[in-house]
């Protein structure tokens, strides 16, 4: 990897390293909780709209992750930091 794809993952991970510190031993259920059930939802998604079945969990389980929305911010360019192509993603370009 180059330094500067790490340089720019810093930001977004302290922001989850702050989110662990507030949410505390909980912080994690809600993230994978968030993860799973976003994840069935997408596909349920996907399964009615004929949208791609990844795509849509991967925007219902992490895109949209409230704790990912609030990372991504974080970032200078957060509208490129990550993209999906599913109907599902709350924020886009």
């Avoid at 993952?9 to 909780?33: C, M, S």
């Avoid at 389980?61 to 509208?79: I, K, M, R, V």
């Amino acid at each position: 990897m180059s330094g500067d794809l790490n340089a720019s993952a810093v930001p977004h991970e302290n922001v989850h390293i702050w989110q662990g510190r507030v949410f505390g031993d909980t912080f994690f259920k809600k993230y994978l909780t968030w993860q799973v059930g976003g994840s069935v939802a997408g596909a349920a998604y996907a399964a009615y709209s004929g949208d791609n079945v990844a795509d849509s969990m991967d925007a219902a389980g992490y895109t949209n992750n409230p704790f990912e929305t609030q990372a991504f911010l974080s970032n200078s360019d957060p509208y490129n930091s990550y993209d999906s192509d599913s109907s599902l993603q709350w924020w886009r370009k």
